[in-house]
């Protein structure tokens, strides 16, 4: 797809080449998916993009005001320079959100300092989910059945769940990243990286979190009923006496196994003495 829009560069292709998740290919893709129409996209429509581009240089020498007030148009329905700044700055975070190595950053940070923080929809009402009506755990350490609990008592209704994540880090963290000492522009960056992040990246990474540790969570209570079942099936089917077991078949012949008072099989074979073969005597 990144191909078809002529925009897949070497580096990019390696990145997409070497990435061990499927989360990270949506993180590289996402500048170049195609988008619904978003409050950035509509601002594009209004001719923003290049009062953002500028925006984002951080090497203006003019005041906002004076930047923007060249984007007012009537006909494009920017109708003041204060319009005109909403418009890039939506334009801005849409870019911000979009950077793949911002979201592997927040999201890593994300795992290692978040929680997961759950409360009672209504703390009077009695469910076998009550451990959990006022309950955090850093993500690093919630057991799978915790979270499969937690997911069980938020689908009946009685909780809601949260990641909590280390939102103040996180946005410093963006900040020194991506703000320049240019007074002109520094206030309408922090605020679309503010904008950005509570809007567009923390929601989403939030989602892809709750995604990868309930799989994990999952993965991890089959591999446990796996061994359950295993050690069931393979008990003595009768203490103390040898078993025959007889499987019926007519065409494809009976299958027999024969097992001894410990469940050890001491052997199987087939056998055809049912028509059309008939090998009774056999």
Known sequence: SIEEQGKLTDELREKIQAAETLVVV??????????????????????????????????????????????????????????????????????????????IRIRSLTQKEGKIVT???????????????????????????????INRGEKEKFLTVKVEAPDVQIVNALNKTMVKDNLNTKALMEEAILDAYNRLIAPSIERDIRSEITEKAQEGAITVFGKNLTQLL????????????????????????????????????????TAPQNKVAE
């Open 26 to 103: 949506e993180d590289l893709y996402r500048p170049y998916r195609p988008k619904r129409r978003t409050r950035a996209t509509i601002a594009k429509e209004k001719g923003l993009e290049p009062l953002a581009n500028t925006i984002l240089l951080q090497m203006t020498k003019k005041t906002l005001e004076e930047e923007a007030s060249a984007y007012i148009d009537p006909e494009k329905e920017v109708n003041t320079w204060q319009e005109a700044l909403q418009g890039a700055g939506d334009i801005l975070a849409e870019t911000i959100s979009d950077d793949a190595n911002y979201r």
């Open 234 to 273: 393979m008990q003595p089917p009768i203490a103390g006496k040898v078993v025959l077991g007889w499987d019926p078949a007519f065409r494809t012949g009976c299958k027999l196994a024969v097992v001894d008072s410990t469940g050890k099989v001491l052997d199987t074979v087939v056998i055809f003495p």
């Open 119 to 149: 409360e009672a929809k209504d703390e009077k009402a009695e469910s076998v989910y009550e451990m959990y009506y006022d309950f955090r755990e850093p993500l690093s350490k919630v057991t799978g059945y915790r979270v499969l609990a």
